[in-house]
């Protein structure tokens, strides 16, 4: 019987053990997230300090810091071509206010919410070279086949003035896009809907 009560308490103390061990490994990882979370706060601080004297302390910084002030400018004017050349082979455009790729016949910014149209971004159209949408009215190519907003076959010789016919009432009268009865506002572009 002594040799299973040896066997016992070796059990006892090596589960004793396992025990401390378990509540040290998850300390342990308690205590490196934490320390994690600490320097990525350090790492955010510095990264503000570094923005706010960038953005407003450059005249009183000394060589370096105009210096590397200078980096960071011809830094973001390579990313802005970047981001640009890389839209404009997506065949995007970009939102001038956030900068974000958007489809070019969006009416709002995906990520800011900004009204594109009020933000110059349509395709600048001359009045001479653009015919109109007979389903949305939107002004449209002068060789276009189809509605670049609503997708809308145009026919050819369309006029080159606005019609003022009545828009159907499953269409948003400001993106074209099929509205379903009862909706009050139009899910594409965020307008509200006539009753």
Same mark, same amino acid.
């Given at each position: ?93 970009? /939102? =001038?206010? $956030? %900068? ?7 009416? *709002? +910014?995906?990520? &800011? #919410? ?18 109109? /949408? =007979?389903? $949305? %009215? ?7 086949? *189809? +509605?670049?907003? &609503? #997708? ?44």
């Amino acid at each position: 019987m002594a040799f299973l009560d040896d066997v016992d308490r070796t059990l006892s103390q090596l589960g004793q053990s396992a025990l401390k061990k378990t509540k040290n490994m998850s300390e342990s990882m308690r205590l490196s997230g934490a320390i994690r979370e600490e320097e990525e706060k350090q790492k955010e601080l510095f990264r503000k300090i570094g923005e706010y004297v960038y953005e407003n302390e450059l005249g009183t910084a000394d060589e370096k810091i105009i210096g590397w002030c200078q980096d960071i400018s011809a830094s973001r004017v390579r990313a802005m071509q970047n981001r640009e050349q890389m839209t404009a082979l997506k065949g995007m455009i970009n /939102c =001038p206010k $956030c %900068g974000a790729s958007t489809a070019p016949n969006s009416t *709002f +910014c995906s990520v &800011c #919410g900004s009204k594109l149209e009020e933000l110059n971004l349509s395709p600048k159209q001359e009045e001479d070279e653009s015919s109109v /949408c =007979p389903n $949305c %009215g939107r002004k449209a190519d002068k060789d276009a086949a *189809f +509605c670049t907003y &609503c #997708g809308t076959r145009i026919p050819a010789g369309q006029p080159q003035t606005e019609e003022t016919e009545a828009v159907p009432k499953d269409i948003c009268p400001n993106c074209g896009n099929k509205i379903k009865p009862g909706q009050i506002f139009c899910v594409m572009c965020g307008v509200k809907l006539p009753e």
